[in-house]
């Protein structure tokens, strides 16, 4: 049996006509700080998938543990509790990891470098989009990822690809670094969301890949404000 997986509601949810909203696309995108600030506004949960799949490659880095031998894995995922905990001071939530939080850890190009990897592995596939599956089961969540809208919820109400320039997001990953590590280069960042995309786009579990039924956002000419109330308008269609 696999670890947990436990989800702390704001006190603020709202009990309204609700629907699923997802955003696939590739990395650095900002799928995550759209789907932050779309939760924000619409008072639903965001689900940050992807800082699931970063929680466990830290917890595999940290254990040591040799992600190309399955046994291992499967042993090391009974191990594994994920839980998310809303932060009020910045009005959404981290994850933690075995009750620590981790939210800033998991962004170190250490964790980046390797999360694809450990993301393609059929076994911990299974492990998180169970719990995925099951946050989705009241609606009135917004979730980022790579398979949210064809795998995790495939008849969700409201399916977005986002995508951009490839020079635009690696000058964003850049910005989001560089603070933290002043010998990072551009080059570093642009060969590390290349190996990415490739790992992600021809994994054998749940490759990325835009939903047939998919809208298409190229975020690369947007501002965080522009992009948020062009989704904000998808919503509204969806809900009238």
Not at 51 to 59: E, P
Request: neutral net charge.
């Amino acid at each position: 049996m696999f670890g947990g997986f436990v989800f702390n509601l704001p006190t603020n949810h709202r009990a309204l006509k609700k629907i699923i909203v997802t955003l696939d696309g590739y990395s650095s995108c900002g799928k995550s700080t759209l789907a932050r600030e779309l939760a924000a506004e619409l008072n639903y949960v965001f689900v940050d998938s992807g800082a699931m799949y970063r929680a466990i490659t830290l917890y595999f880095l940290r254990e040591h543990i040799n992600w190309n031998n399955r046994r291992e894995v499967k042993a090391a995922l009974q191990n594994i509790t994920l839980s998310f905990e809303y932060n009020t001071q910045k009005g959404s939530s981290d994850i933690l990891l075995n009750d620590e939080n981790v939210e800033h850890l998991i962004r170190e190009m250490l964790v980046a470098e390797s999360v694809s990897e450990v993301a393609a592995i059929k076994e911990v596939r299974e492990f998180a989009v169970a719990q995925q599956r099951a946050l989705g089961n009241k609606k009135g969540i917004v979730m980022d990822g790579r398979d949210i809208g064809t795998t995790v919820f495939p008849e969700a109400e409201l399916k977005i690809f986002v995508t951009a320039d490839v020079a635009i997001r690696a000058e964003r990953r850049y910005k989001e670094l560089y603070a933290k590590n002043p010998n990072i280069t551009i080059e570093e960042i642009t060969n590390n969301l290349a190996m990415r995309d490739y790992i992600d786009s021809n994994r054998d579990v749940s490759p990325l890949r835009k939903a047939d039924d998919a809208i298409v956002l190229d975020n690369s000419n947007l501002t965080r404000k522009e992009q948020l109330k062009l989704v904000l308008g998808w919503v509204k269609a969806k809900l009238t």
